[in-house]
Nanobody
Framework: QVQLVESGGGLVQAGGSLRLSCAAS????????MGWFRQAPGKEREFAAS????????LYADSVKGRFTISRDNAKNTVYLQMNSLKPEDTAVYYC?????????????????WGQGTQVTVSS
């Protein structure tokens, strides 16, 4: 049974930082590209960042570029999202996802497995 478990969310003031983690089990982690998405209340789920299997290529949404960094540790079956200079508009539930194929990683439909999400709230 595949499980993706996010952690590290919480409440932070604008300008602060958080580091999200996503621990994967039940799959061969190194075979999967990983992505982070977020969903704010009343809005559609949107892409934040993705990373290929060997971490050779990363992709970021324009809204987070330069502030967020995605990384992975294949030995620990974990993907991370370092979030700096947080803004109130970053408030959302953050989800990690795993994709076996490297195609259109900015689209939710490209992913095979999803975590349950972790709440990030940025106060002004």
């Amino acid at each position: 049974q595949v499980q993706l478990v996010e952690s590290g969310g919480g409440l932070v003031q604008a300008g602060g930082s958080l580091r999200l983690s996503c621990a994967a089990s039940g799959l061969t982690f190194r075979w999967y590209a990983m992505g982070w998405f977020r969903q704010a209340p009343g809005k559609e789920r949107e892409f934040a960042a993705s990373i290929t299997q060997n971490a050779g290529y990363t992709l970021y949404a324009d809204s987070v570029k330069g502030r967020f960094t995605i990384s992975r540790d294949n030995a620990k079956n974990t993907v991370y999202l370092q979030m700096n200079s947080l803004k109130p508009e970053d408030t959302a539930v953050y989800y990690c996802a795993a994709a076996l194929k490297i195609q259109e990683l900015e689209r939710p439909r490209s992913y095979d497995y999803w975590g349950q999400g972790t709440q990030v709230t940025v106060s002004s």
